[in-house]
């Protein structure tokens, strides 16, 4: 039977009289590898933080485990984003912090361990994102995908029973990308994590996702099985999935906007 995990009903958010999430309903469940795609500015990255509480929706509700989370207090949502994780585009890493120090800041947050325990357990962290003996080494000293490896590191430390992705391969070379991917499928089965990511890779979340879901104009326009990409008759899908210059999504020709 599968398991709901998180789910969001009629979502609303305007900026200065302008609507960015329009009405979104979706249900994320345990253990699936959710890839929510679009283009840049449509909304991807307010309804992720509209989901961790870092903004507060105009209209509709959010709930987690099938609790209503929508309205929850400051203190509540420590304890939910303990269950949250994020790993942002960038990384994140305190750069005046060690590789030790930024995935321990978590643990240092939020559990009373020994400093025994606590080297024990960033040691299997870093081991399970394909990393080890690099705890006094400073985020420069890195490579940028040792840097997303260690935040991921970081994102797992509470083991939470969500994560959010931002991006995760964008900047990275093509075989760095290929073992962050393999990391979040590895992480994905192992912990039985639901991962949901926003990205513009379309080879990528086909190849790794069980679904995908199109947001457009801050509406959430398909919602498809990867398995089903291929004979989607979504215009949509089609459009974005194969980079076409004509369907219901603008484009941008010759400097101005225009609606093919």
């Not at 995908?145 to 029973?161: C, D, H, S």
């Not at 990867?226 to 076409?244: E, H, L, R, S, W």
């Amino acid at each position: 039977m599968v398991e709901e995990i998180l789910r969001v009903e009629n979502l609303c958010k305007k900026f200065e009289g302008m609507t960015v999430i329009d009405n979104v309903s979706i249900s994320f469940y345990r253990g699936e590898i959710f890839t929510l795609m679009g283009q840049s500015g449509v909304g991807k990255s307010v309804f992720v933080r509209l989901i961790l509480g870092l903004l507060s929706p105009d209209s509709g509700e959010i709930y987690f485990k099938d609790k209503n989370i929508t309205n929850s207090s400051d203190r509540e949502w420590i304890e939910i984003r303990k269950k949250m994780g994020m790993l942002f585009q960038n990384g994140a890493l305190f750069d005046s912090l060690t590789v030790f120090e930024n995935v321990s800041f978590l643990l240092d947050e939020h559990l009373k361990i020994t400093i025994d325990e606590k080297k024990e357990r960033v040691a299997k962290l870093l081991l399970e994102v394909g990393l080890k003996d690099i705890e006094s080494l400073y985020p420069a000293e890195l490579s940028g995908g040792m840097q997303k490896r260690v935040a991921l590191a970081r994102t797992i430390a509470l083991n939470p029973e969500v994560v959010f992705y931002d991006e995760p391969i964008t900047g990275l070379d093509p075989i760095t990308a290929s073992v962050i991917t393999k990391l979040v499928n590895e992480l994905n089965k192992a912990k039985k994590i639901t991962s949901i990511i926003v990205s513009h890779d379309v080879k990528t979340s086909l190849s790794i996702s069980d679904r995908i879901g199109l947001l457009y104009n801050g509406k959430l326009v398909a919602i498809e099985d990867t398995k089903d990409v291929a004979k989607c008759k979504n215009p949509y899908v089609d459009q974005f999935i194969k980079g076409k210059l004509t369907g219901p999504i603008k484009t941008v020709m010759e400097g101005k906007w225009e609606e093919k």
